[in-house]
């Protein structure tokens, strides 16, 4: 269904759509686009050195701009996907509001865009990171492990976790042990928050041909591995305090969203196979978004109390 799917995507892929700026809007993935601008935005504020508030502002937007013009690369590519999944079948690619070609040149030039605006107007060190972030995504995770390895998440998780990196670099030029632990907690987080998701949408990535783990090594030893990887994602969670680079206020925070984090994730260790509704799993997949935008918001709020309250 598939094969279908693709083929038929690539038969309109000579003619032009009629798509609105809100289609184009969506094939940014504009809710992603949030958190990496968010993540991104954490990582700045907590790089010890200030930026100039202008090219701060123009440095965000290049991130951002980025962020989307890997979406917009994603969707171009997983249309054949994307249209037999329900989460995903109402993007503008899979319904027709956006040719194919549309949506290939569309993010290549926001690629290109976003990444020499950041390396003229902050560093290259930062730019160089970004178009690292977006050939990661769009070729080594979505061309290449999506399709072919239940690790797909694992490894390709990098992408989603650099963004913070890229703050800390455009602000200083460097990339650091402070700037890597940022990285790790959202590449630790990954595979626990997708895996999650894919133990309720097991049916449909199986149609769709995506090894996610649940159907490659089962659902016991999914739950397994997402309880190893919330018990990392807290230990990681609390290292800034650890390190020096958070206050210990922030470290009560993050010790008991990973508490949070590992409970949820030892429900569906226990409870998970026993619920028909999957309600352990949804349950996981909903506090993981929760867990991910709390911890940074900590961050943010210990970052800027260290950078103005004092």
Not at 7 to 15: F, P, W
Not at 227 to 254: H, Q, S
Request: aromatic fraction near 12%; hydrophobic fraction near 55%; charged fraction near 15%.
């Amino acid at each position: 269904m598939a094969l279908v799917e693709r083929e038929h995507i690539d038969e309109r892929a000579g003619r032009l759509s009629e798509a609105t700026a809100g289609d184009f809007i969506g094939l940014l993935k504009p809710r992603v686009m949030s958190l990496v601008v968010f993540t991104a935005f954490v990582g700045m504020v907590l790089a010890p050195a200030t930026p100039n508030p202008l090219l701060a502002v123009i440095s965000m937007i290049a991130i951002a701009v980025g962020a989307g013009a890997a979406g917009a690369l994603n969707m171009w590519y997983d249309a054949d996907i994307d249209a037999v999944m329900s989460r995903t079948a109402k993007r503008p690619v899979p319904l027709g509001r956006i040719e194919p070609g549309e949506a290939l040149g569309f993010g290549l030039f926001l690629s290109v865009f976003s990444v020499v605006i950041l390396g003229l107007l902050a560093n290259w060190m930062a730019a160089g990171l970004l178009a690292f972030t977006i050939f990661f995504y769009a070729v080594v995770y979505t061309m290449w492990l999506k399709r072919s390895t239940p690790q797909n998440i694992v490894i390709g998780g990098a992408a989603g976790a650099l963004p913070p990196m890229i703050g800390w670099a455009a602000v200083t030029g460097t990339v650091t042990l402070e700037s890597f632990v940022l990285f790790l907690i959202i590449f630790l987080w990954t595979p626990p928050h997708f895996w999650a998701l894919a133990l309720f949408k097991t049916d449909e990535y199986g149609r769709a041909g995506v090894p996610m783990m649940p159907n490659v090594a089962g659902k016991a030893h999914t739950r397994r591995q997402i309880f190893a990887y919330a018990v990392l994602v807290a230990v990681c969670g609390v290292l800034p305090t650890v390190l020096g680079f958070a206050g210990l206020a922030y470290g009560i925070v993050a010790a008991a969203l990973g508490g949070g984090f590992v409970w949820y994730s030892w429900r569906v260790l226990r409870d998970g196979g026993a619920d028909k509704n999957a309600q352990p799993e949804k349950a996981l997949f909903g506090f993981s978004l929760v867990y991910l935008f709390a911890i940074f918001a900590a961050l943010l709020c210990d970052g800027l109390i260290a950078r103005f309250g004092g």
